[in-house]
């Protein structure tokens, strides 16, 4: 581990002054970012502990929830207003880690989380373009099985931009689902970033996990008034049932009328560098009966131009029965 300083500041503007220094990261519960810093991957030359500022609250609002991002996992899985209003949120959280990690996780912090691709993780494999861009990608022709299946590069191994990595956060699958939206704030000011639009696609910057500029800190989440309480479910595919990242998830919600669905929101995870959301596959439920065929309709759609290599060629059956069984539950679901 390189040396590092540490300020624990107590305001948001403290928080903003300290993160505007060279090499500067912001530290919530630490429970990604320490381990990368442990193993050389990340390198800060300052944390920010940010932990102090006041952003750990959940209150009702006008148009649904707003979320502070320093709100532990653990606490917002099980706040009254989310279990409520929003179980999606609530069983996803519970799905994702240990209750010792929910318990230091923060929201803000899961929206960061960097992928779990091995040949990240570790620095003995000098090929990865997102550790170290134009040095290749090690996991193309070596051990793929948890990798992307849906929105990666992969013009080969010596290309600077190739990366075929996932994003392993269960909250942020149910965020894009229900239409999160993420409030930050830098040097420039205030945005509001739908969640959608947070997380990139490697393209040609894989290193590039989120479109946050420098020095911009997460504030919080905002979730739109709830419309799929009585009809959601979260889904994860994993090796083992604890503490294992989705190998395929899903999240969905239903606004029924009756049998018929009159809007859904539906997201994928473990298959892309971004959880993956397909407008046209919600749009195909809209108006129609919940039936085991129009759900096999929608999730044809949510890996269509799918691209598989030596080992995860059965995440695509697995991404299409998962969102069948997942829709199905939601449907039932009250």
Known sequence: MNPFSY?????SEAALHAGTAQGAKFLGGGTNLIDLMKSDVEQPTALVDINHIGLDTVVMTANGVRIGALVRNSDLANHPLITAHYPLLSHALLAGASPQLRNRATTGGNLMQRT?????????????????????????NGFNRIHAILGQTD?????????????????????????????????????????????RLPGDDPAKDTVLGEGELITAVTLPTAKFTKHSWYLKARDRQSYAFALVSVAAGLEMDGNTIKSAGLALGGVAHKPWRVPEAEAVLAGKPATREIFAQAAELMVKGAKTYDHNAFKVELAKQCVVKTLMQAAQST
């Open 7 to 11: 300020n624990r500041v107590t305001s």
């Open 155 to 199: 013009e080969g191994v010596t290309s600077a931009h190739t990366c075929i990595a996932t994003h392993p956060s269960d909250m942020c699958v149910a965020l894009y689902a229900l239409g999160a939206m993420v409030e930050v704030t830098g040097p420039k000011g205030k945005r509001v970033i739908p969640v959608l639009e947070f997380h």
């Open 116 to 140: 779990r691709c091995y040949y990240f993780a570790d620095t003995a494999f000098p090929a990865c373009n997102k550790r170290a861009p134009g040095s290749g990608c090690a996991a193309i």
